[in-house]
């Protein structure tokens, strides 16, 4: 036996576990902040792309990382689906059609995510290590300019700011990747917006159809 097949084993338990014990939490306490003032911290692509890419890391394998993100971001829909329906709040859901449109997000959100996570876990060369480092600033940072431009929350706004600008000072390990991290997030910005504006018009389809 191969020391690849000896540790692949490991490898899909921890992928499982990971996935089951950050997604089922994550459906929960979004339905949780979501009864209090703070419920757009939690209902956001932002948040979720967050444990996204901590599933990543912690699996650290580019593969079973990304299925382990796609697997957290749908059991963290599956919680949140089942206690909405449990509590009497499935119209938060907007019905089963909307659910199709939030599980195509949790695929890409796992996809682009979950990889980020396992290239900043491994220190992936460059460019990746710098894209990846920049991933979780730079959609935080979009959140920011929408809840700032488009439905001026100015407090979800700062905060959402803060946290990009918190994500930027401790993900990099030295003060160099700090540097060319903050140079990589500018574009993803551009893409991110760019990106949310057409989810976001497929959202809206999906809804209407």
């Keep these: 036996m191969t020391t690849t097949d000896r540790t692949k084993p490991g490898t899909m338990r921890t992928a499982a576990v990971t996935a089951v014990a950050l997604g089922l939490p994550l459906g ?36 079973a990382g990304v299925l382990t993100a796609m697997a957290t971001e749908a059991f963290g829909l599956l919680a949140w689906y089942a206690i909405s329906w449990a509590t009497g709040n499935f119209e938060w859901s907007a019905g089963g059609v909307l659910a199709l449109g939030w599980g195509v997000g949790a695929v890409l959100a796992g996809t682009v995510f979950g990889l980020a996570g396992v290239w900043w876990r491994t220190q992936a060369r460059r460019p990746r290590l710098e894209i990846a480092t920049a991933l979780p600033a730079a959609v935080f940072a979009c959140a920011s300019v929408y809840y ?5 929350y100015v407090g979800t706004g700062v905060y959402n700011a803060v946290v990009a600008l ?41 809804a209407m159809s």
């Design 28 to 63: 929960a306490v979004t339905f949780a902040l979501q009864l209090t003032p703070f419920g757009l911290v939690a209902n956001s692509p932002a948040f979720w792309a967050l444990w996204g890419f901590a599933a990543g890391a912690v699996v650290a394998v580019p593969v």
């Design 148 to 152: 700032f431009v488009v439905l001026d």
């Design 166 to 206: 918190l994500l930027l000072t401790f993900l990099p390990r030295t003060g160099q990747a700090r540097v060319r991290a903050a140079g990589a997030v500018v574009p993803i910005i551009v893409v991110g917006l760019l990106g949310g504006a057409a989810f976001v018009a497929f959202l809206n389809a999906v």
